[in-house]
Structure formats: structure tokens, C-alpha cells
């Protein structure tokens, strides 16, 4: 599909017109692409890059710097560990590790058969009911490490 | 369109004849954590059902922010407007949905799912930035406006100069809740007094602390309240534009502040010539992306602009030189939270609270080994020890407490014998932690020190935006000195370089990142010391 053609790009375009094709307007621009195409694709920075007139590297360092920013896509199902200081220290560290040695990938990949991502989070801010994971969209709180080992195990079935 | 106090008077009094028309209210909490186990699903059907048994007459069924008590989640609470009474239930599952029918039907209550109001946790506090959490609906300007809402902004527009507003905040001792504690009313006059056609108001929504949550939830519960202090802080300033930089990862805060700066558009709050007066004021919203160095000020406003978040040598400070080089108040969400206290009461009200140099309240967002997990507003001076034993509970399952730690990765550890201090900015930088943003973390005895130093220190690495030497060097290198300690593996040497190359990170960085980076390393030393030596291989 050609930029032309491909609709998600018209949403791209419509956050850029929105804020005036300003080169402030290149961090909503990446958010929006983002939440279009699911990651940031080369094809996609480059896109931005040249819409608002700014130079390739500096669109790429931009969305580098940010972790919110991805630039490979996830996997059909995520796993997202939060990793904030209430959840660490109610043993976050361990439901990770699990994940890590069950897929045999670290925190941040993806699987090869492209079946899970292992993320992590910084904090979700659901500190009460550490610790959290979540799985595809959804939160599970106050989780023990059997308990996370089940529901990963319900997740990719 | 709103123009003057009487019209919102007119909203106001409306809004409360068709609640009227209601008895009862079911307040069901949509805040973070208790829309994590289904609450708003839970609104959504229970408002259903009222409507399916035609009790719409009785009772309202109302989404509100978040109250407080995350533990307890999910809360309703039954108000009864008559009596002005409210009952609070906390642990409320979907099966409980049908006996909140019968509450609001029959008046039988939930006895087992009741919750105590009688103690500290509800008695203790002191409420000015969440007094409208819990009580109010986010989505609803016409709430908040029955609750006093705006009536501080229209106030300042219709009866005071920029000078009164800015003198009235001075007079009212505010200092900034971001944790560097700047006096707020000093930081508006500095602006005020430069020349400038055009200045920015910025709010701090990049809540990046891990263990923090009060942002969030004042910006999920009362997002109006933070329009009002910033449009009440462009007057002021002669500002007519601002920005509210809110952290992508806090979508549900993202919705409920978009829909009030709507709603408050189509009102004439923001907009032209609010309240046919020559004051323009419009607020925008931008995104973060998870950069802990972006709650930095230079970096912040270098992420508003599209760049990469990398902070800048100050000075020259935003005052002078700040969103596009245009003079610039930067404030966090707490603190545009108080404002509009503080101008419906005036400055010496909120002088009366707190303590001498730390006027006012602070929110805690109580995380860790304690009974109480969430959200707490205190006076100023209240000691760590009743924060913590009596309003948080203490710790659960007769646990010993350890210590506690506030300020996240830039603060520090403050250890059970030092409990009775007051809380306020002076005496917690006194022992080597700051007041912070206000995350407060409970360790029982089961915490290593070291480890909790290590996973500050690791957390401080990866944020460090790599522009200045000693922070990107230097954290990576105290994260792997920290290691040895962990793995007992260090030498007698590792100890003096680990403390050595604290002074060196945090003299030498650029920003408040790396220069605060060592705090949890330096107060781990100084009050667990001996973890520190157990680490130490003897030959």
C-alpha cells in the first residue's frame, strides 16, 4: 500500500494539520502514527519526516528518545510487568524473571513466532494493588507468581 | 456562555434543583485502581438497572474520582442529600450489584462491605486539593461549577488586579508541589514583571516517579480544578496560552482533562474575552513519552516543542526564557490544584494551614508494605509516624516497619527511628530525603536496603537523557558497584569509590536528574551502613 492510498496515513496527516505542520507538532504526530499503525515504521518516520520539513535523523532521534515509542511491532499478545517501586518491592523482579525464562526472550522483545511481547512499565500507577501485570489490555492486581504463571499460560492458549 | 458570577450562580443552583429531583446519589469511584477491577463497567450496568426498575427518581447513579482508599477498592459510596450524609463500601464486586439496588430500593445496607468513616485515615486528613474527589463527576463542568467550581477564576477577572491574585497567592505561602518547594506567588511576580507579547503557562502532568500517583488522580477526579488554576495563573501573568504536558501512559487523565477543556470552551471559560473582560486564555494538551528527565524544566519545555527531552544549563530560568524562548511559568498539577482554594478563601486561610515554611496540605500517595494503600491530603507538620501508623494503618500482618522513602529515585530513606519528624520540605531535606512529588513507600523488615539503592540507581541510569558525562557515566557505574554489594562480592575499596563517585555525579551533573541520583545511595549509607558492609568480601 502506497502512502496515497493506505487511510491510516490521513490520520497521520490530520494531527500534523491540526497543530499547523509546526515541528512542535512531531511528538503528537509520532503519538498519533503510533496509535495508527500500532508502531513506527521506517516508512512512517520518514513520512512524518518529510511532511514537516525536518530532517530524517531528527525525527528518528526523537522517537529513539522516548520510551513510549515503538519501533518493532508487538506481538499478539503483550505482558506488560510493571516494574514501580511498589510493585518491586512486592516482588515484581520474580514475575518477570518467569516471563523472561518461559519465553526464553528479554523484557522489551518480542517472541520470534511473533505469539508474545514482554514489556515493562515504569509504573501504572495502580500501586494498591501491586504487583500489577498487564495482560493484553487488561490489569491483574495483587498477583502471585503461580497465579502469574497460570494466566500467561490462559493468555496464549 | 458564561460571562459573569451570577451566571454561575444560575448553573450552579439549576444543577442542584434537578439533583434534587434525586434523593439519593450512588457515587461508584472510576479512578485508577478501582477501574483496573471493572468499575466503570460497574457504573455503566448499575445506572442500567436503575433505569430498568424506573428508580432514576431515587437515585443517581455518578462516576466520581478517586477517594482515597485504593486497598479497599472497588468503593461506592450511598450519599443522602437530605441528611447530607455519606456511607461509604469498599471491596464491592460485581456480584454486590443487586444489593446496591436494594440499598437505594429499600435502604438495606451492605453491613460486611461497610467501611469505618471513624477512623484516622478519614479524620486525619484535610482536604483542599482532592476536596472535590469522590464527591464530584470529572465529566460534568455543571458539577463542578455547583461546587464552587470557576467561581475563583471569575472572581479574580471581575474584582481583582494581577497584582491582588499574585499577592494573594504570596500571602498564602504556597510553594511548589512538584518537590522543589519554589514559592509559587514569587515564581508568577518574576514572570508578571518581564515584558513579553506573549508568555506560556505550563502545567507538569509527567508524573514519571514511579510509586506516585496524586497527579493522576487529581487530574482523573478534578481535571477542571487545573484549568481553573492555570487560566487563574495566565491573568495573573498576562498569559493567554497553556499547555498541559500529560504523561501518554495516563490515557483515562488524557480523556477526562480533553473533555473539560471541551466543556469549557463551549462555556466561554476559555477561550476570547472570558467573562467580557480582555482576558484570552486557551489550553492545549500535549503528550509525553515516558521520559522520567521531561518532569526537568528545561527538558520539559524542550519536549512541548518537539525535541528530544534534554535539559538545558539554567540560567537563563523559564521566567525569562522558556517555551520558545518566551517567558514562562511552569507549575505542577498540585500545585494549579490549589489555586482556586486559595483565591475563594483568600491567602491568609491557607497561610493558617500547615506550618510556618510549609503552608498548606500535601497529597501522599501511600504505596508498599502498609494497611492503607492510597491516596492521603495532610496538613503540613503532621508527623511521618501518624502518617504512617495511624492514617496509613501501618504495616499489615504485624510487620516491623524498616523505613520509608519519599521522593522516589532523586529522594531519599528515612529509617523507623527517625519517624517523628514533621513533614514539610525543610525537616525532610534535613535528613537527606526530600518532600518530593509525594510518593511515600513503606519497607518492612524483609526490604534490603541495598537492593531498594540498586533499583533507584538502575531506574535513574535508563532515564538519564545521556547529554552530561557524569550522569550517564556515573549512574551506570554506581549501578554496577551497587551490584557487587548485592552479590557480596565488593571490596573495601568499592565502598570509598561508591561513595567517592556519589559527591562526583552529584556535583558535576547538568540537571536535577543526576544531581539528585545518588540521594538514595547517600541515605542508605548513612542509615544502613552496616548492609552496605555486609556486601564486603573480607579475605
Redesign the interface.
Known amino acids: 500500500m502506497t502512502v496515497q492510498t493506505d487511510d491510516r496515513y490521513k490520520m497521520v496527516e490530520k494531527t500534523m494539520k491540526k497543530l499547523g505542520y ?7 504526530t ?2 498519533t502514527a503510533q496509535e495508527t499503525f500500532g508502531y513506527l515504521e521506517n516508512e512512517t518516520l520518514k513520512f512524518i519526516a518529510r511532511r514537516l520539513k525536518l530532517p530524517f535523523s531528527k525525527v528518528y ?2 522517537a529513539t ?5 515503538r519501533l518493532k511491532p508487538k506481538g499478539k499478545h503483550t505482558a506488560v510487568v510493571c ?4 510493585c ?3 516482588g515484581a523482579t520474580a514475575i518477570l524473571e518467569s516471563l523472561e525464562s518461559r519465553f526464553g526472550i528479554q523484557a522489551g522483545e518480542t517472541t520470534k513466532d511473533a505469539l508474545i511481547s514482554v514489556l515493562t ?10 504487583p ?1 501485570a498487564i495482560y493484553d489490555n487488561k ?1 491483574v ?1 495483587k498477583l502471585t507468581l503461580e497465579e502469574a504463571e497460570k494466566t500467561i499460560e490462559e493468555l496464549i492458549k | 456562555m458564561i460571562q459573569s458570577i451570577e451566571d454561575l450562580e444560575e448553573i450552579a443552583s439549576k444543577k442542584k434543583c434537578t439533583e434534587q429531583s434525586c434523593k439519593d446519589e450512588l457515587r461508584v469511584c472510576i479512578g ?2 478501582c477501574a ?2 471493572g468499575s466503570q463497567e460497574m457504573q455503566k450496568s448499575l445506572a442500567k438497572k436503575v433505569k430498568e426498575k424506573e428508580l432514576q427518581g431515587k437515585c443517581k447513579v455518578k462516576g466520581v474520582g478517586c477517594n482515597g482508599l ?2 479497599a ?1 472497588i468503593m461506592v459510596s450511598s450519599y443522602d442529600k437530605a441528611n447530607k450524609k455519606e456511607v461509604i463500601y469498599g471491596g464491592i464486586e460485581t456480584a454486590d450489584e443487586d444489593r446496591l439496588l436494594a440499598l437505594i430500593e429499600n435502604d438495606i445496607e451492605l453491613k460486611d462491605k461497610l467501611l469505618d468513616t471513624n477512623t484516622p485515615f478519614f479524620t486525619q486528613q484535610k482536604k483542599i486539593v482532592l476536596e472535590n474527589a469522590g464527591i464530584v463527576d470529572p465529566n460534568d463542568i455543571d458539577d463542578y461549577i455547583a461546587h464552587d467550581g470557576y467561581r475563583a477564576l471569575f472572581t479574580a477577572l471581575e474584582e481583582m488586579s494581577s497584582n491582588e491574585v499574585i499577592e494573594e497567592v504570596k500571602t498564602s505561602g504556597l510553594r511548589g508541589r512538584g518537590g522543589g518547594g519554589y514559592p509559587t506567588g514569587l515564581k508568577w511576580e518574576t514572570v508578571l514583571k518581564v515584558e513579553s507579547d506573549q508568555k506560556y503557562i505550563v502545567c507538569n502532568g509527567d ?7 496524586m497527579d ?1 488522580a487529581v487530574m482523573e477526579a478534578d481535571p477542571h480544578k487545573i484549568l481553573e488554576g492555570m487560566a487563574i495563573a495566565g491573568f495573573a501573568c498576562g498569559a493567554s496560552k497553556g499547555f498541559i504536558y500529560v504523561r ?3 490515557p483515562i487523565a488524557v480523556e477526562k482533562l480533553n473533555k473539560a477543556i471541551t466543556q469549557a470552551r463551549k462555556k466561554g471559560i476559555l477561550g476570547n474575552r472570558i467573562a467580557n473582560s480582555n482576558f484570552d486564555f486557551d489550553i492545549e494538551i ?7 528527565v521531561c518532569g526537568e524544566a528545561t527538558a520539559l519545555v524542550a ?7 534534554n535539559p538545558r544549563q539554567k540560567p537563563p530560568h523559564l521566567s525569562d526564557y522558556g517555551l520558545w524562548g518566551e517567558p514562562t511559568i511552569l507549575n505542577n498539577v498540585e500545585t494549579f490544584a490549589n489555586i482556586a482554594p486559595i483565591i475563594r478563601n483568600g491567602g491568609a486561610w491557607y497561610k493558617a494551614i500547615g506550618t510556618e515554611k510549609s503552608s498548606g496540605t500535601k497529597v501522599f ?1 501511600l ?3 502498609i494497611q492503607n ?2 491516596l492521603v491530603e495532610v496538613p503540613m507538620g503532621i508527623s511521618l509516624r501518624d502518617l504512617i501508623e495511624k492514617i496509613g494503618g501501618g504495616v499489615p500482618n504485624g510487620g516491623k516497619l524498616k523505613a520509608i ?1 519519599t521522593g ?1 529515585p532523586s529522594g531519599g530513606c528515612i529509617p523507623e527511628n527517625m519517624l517523628d519528624i514533621p513533614v514539610d520540605y525543610d525537616s525532610l531535606k534535613a535528613v537527606g530525603s526530600i518532600m518530593g512529588s509525594g ?1 511515600l ?1 513503606v ?1 518492612d523488615e524483609s ?1 534490603n536496603m541495598v537492593e ?1 539503592a540498586r ?2 540507581m538502575d ?1 535513574s541510569k535508563s532515564e538519564s ?1 545521556g547529554k552530561c558525562v557524569p550522569c550517564r557515566v556515573g549512574t551506570t557505574e554506581l549501578t554496577e558497584l551497587l551490584d557487587k554489594f548485592i552479590k557480596k562480592e565488593a571490596k573495601q575499596s568499592d565502598f570509598d569509590l561508591l561513595k567517592e563517585m556519589c559527591v562526583v555525579v552529584q556535583d558535576a551533573s547538568l540537571c536535577g536528574l543526576g544531581q539528585t541520583a545518588p540521594n538514595p545511595v547517600l541515605s542508605t549509607i548513612k542509615y544502613f551502613e552496616k548492609e552496605y558492609l555486609e556486601g564486603i568480601k573480607n579475605d
Open positions: 509546526d515541528r512542535s507538532a512531531l511528538i503528537e509520532l503519538h532521534g526523537v528518545f522516548y520510551h513510549f515509542f516494574m514501580g517501586t511498589a518491586y518491592i512486592k512499565a515504569r509504573c501504572v500507577g495502580s500501586c494498591s494493588l501491586a500489577v490489569s492486581g | 485508577s485502581s483496573a477491577l485504593c486497598s477498592a508524573e514519571g516517579d514511579p510509586g506516585a500517583f493522576r501518554a501512559e495516563y500535549r503528550l509525553g513519552g515516558g521520559a522520567f519536549s512541548i516543542e518537539g525535541n528530544r527531552g500517595a504505596t508498599g508494605h494503600t492510597g522513602q522516589g510518593g513507600i519497607m526490604s531498594v533499583f533507584f531506574f537523557c
